[in-house]
C-alpha cells in the first residue's frame, strides 16, 4: 500500500472509489461522495426522461409519421367520450402549424371529457380559399368561457403564434362549439 496516510482505489461495483488505508477516517467522506455521485446520476437521468417527454409533446412521432388527421383520429380513441372525426386537413401544413393545431384540438378534447359532462364530441377538417377551419363540438352543458379558465387561454395563445383564431361558442347548457380558423396557402 505505502506510507501512513497514503490512500489506495479499490473498486466498489459504482466505479473506482477512494478508500481509507492508513486508518484515518476518510471514508465517511468517500461515502458521501458516492452517494452524491449517485443522486447526481439519477437526477441526469430524470432529466433526460424529462426532455424526452418534453420533446414528443412538442411534435409527436404520431403526427410526425402519420400526418394531423391520422393524429387527432388516435387521440380521438384514447378518450373515454366518443369522438367522431371528419374531414381531412390538407397534408402540406407547416410542421409548426401542424403542431399548435393538434394541441390545440387536444386541449379542446381534454376539455370535453373533463368538464363538459358531453355523451359525444366531434373534429371537423374543413378546408376553404386560403383558410382550414376545424370545429371540436360536443353536446355537453356549455358554460365554457376562455376569461375563467387557463386552458382555452392557452388554445388562443398558441394559434396566435401560427396567425390562427379561436372562436368558443358555448351556452349554458350547451352545446359547446370551439372553431379554430388557420390561414393555409391556397392549392
Do not use: C, Q, W
Request: hydrophobic share 45%; net charge negative; glycine share 12%.
Amino acid at each position: 500500500a505505502g506510507a501512513a496516510g497514503d490512500r489506495g482505489v479499490a473498486g466498489t461495483g459504482r466505479g473506482a472509489a477512494t478508500v481509507d488505508v492508513a486508518g484515518s477516517g476518510e471514508t465517511d467522506g468517500v461515502d458521501k461522495a458516492l452517494r452524491l455521485i449517485d443522486e447526481a446520476r439519477a437526477a441526469a437521468t430524470g432529466a433526460l426522461d424529462d426532455l424526452r417527454a418534453v420533446m414528443h409533446s412538442i411534435h409527436p412521432a404520431v403526427l410526425a409519421d402519420r400526418g394531423l388527421g391520422a393524429a387527432v383520429r388516435a387521440l380521438a380513441l384514447d378518450l373515454a367520450t366518443p369522438v367522431t372525426v371528419t374531414g381531412e386537413p390538407p397534408a402540406d401544413l407547416a410542421p409548426a402549424v401542424e403542431t399548435a393545431v393538434y394541441f390545440a384540438i387536444a386541449e379542446s378534447l381534454a376539455n370535453v371529457a373533463k368538464h363538459s359532462g358531453a355523451a359525444a364530441a366531434t373534429v371537423r377538417f374543413e378546408r376553404s380559399r386560403g383558410s382550414l377551419r376545424i370545429e371540436v363540438t360536443d353536446d355537453g352543458t356549455g358554460g365554457a368561457d376562455p376569461a375563467r379558465g387557463t386552458g382555452l387561454r392557452g388554445i388562443g395563445d398558441r394559434l396566435d403564434a401560427i396567425d390562427a383564431r379561436l372562436r368558443v361558442d358555448s351556452p349554458v347548457g350547451g352545446p359547446t362549439r370551439i372553431s379554430i380558423t388557420v390561414p393555409v396557402e391556397p392549392s
